[in-house]
């Protein structure tokens, strides 16, 4: 069975067989990997763009697999807002700080979208907050946002990570 990646946060999930004598350093990267996408800080800078597609890598590091994002620069030209694209099809929660500064004529509001996606939410200038996405939408998470979120979509989280734990337990036991 060959390798393949998970869905949300794009990780290697070996083939059973696959790796002889080097499932080792593929684990590290994967624990690197699950690192960022709990506790890393990345600065996403904008310019002249009036849009920023987040990278997403399967199975090295990237932007949309962060945990932090702070959008930051100086927009060069006149926009009505600057829009961040993050991943389609991908379940995953980010803390936001909108570090924009604009010109005169531009606006330094963030609309937060999932690519292919024409509806968003905006996080105005020098707002911070925390969003998710299920892979079609963003929300914002406060009491308003807990609304959007369904009990299918929580299941499929605790459901991930599950299987993460189980796999780093079955990892684990055969280093022993």
Request: proline share 1%.
């Amino acid at each position: 069975m060959a390798s393949t990646y998970t869905t949300n946060i794009r990780l290697t999930k070996q083939g059973d067989g696959d790796n002889a004598n080097t499932w080792g350093e593929i684990l590290n990267n994967v624990l690197s990997l699950v690192d960022q996408a709990v506790g890393s800080y990345t600065t996403i800078t904008v310019g002249a763009t009036s849009s920023v597609a987040l990278t997403e890598n399967q199975g090295s590091a990237d932007q949309s697999r962060s945990a932090v994002l702070e959008i930051a620069g100086t927009v060069g030209g006149a926009h009505t807002s600057i829009f961040v694209y993050l991943p389609a099809g991908a379940a995953k929660t980010y803390a936001i700080k909108n570090a924009v500064s604009a010109n005169t004529t531009a606006s330094d509001a963030v609309v937060l979208r999932v690519a292919g996606q024409t509806h968003g939410v905006t996080v105005p200038s020098g707002g911070v907050g925390y969003f998710f996405t299920n892979g079609t939408s963003v929300n914002t998470l406060n009491a308003a946002g807990f609304s959007a979120l369904t009990t299918t979509q929580v299941m499929l989280d605790m459901q991930h990570y599950l299987q993460l734990k189980q796999l780093l337990e079955l990892r684990h036991s055969q280093v022993l």
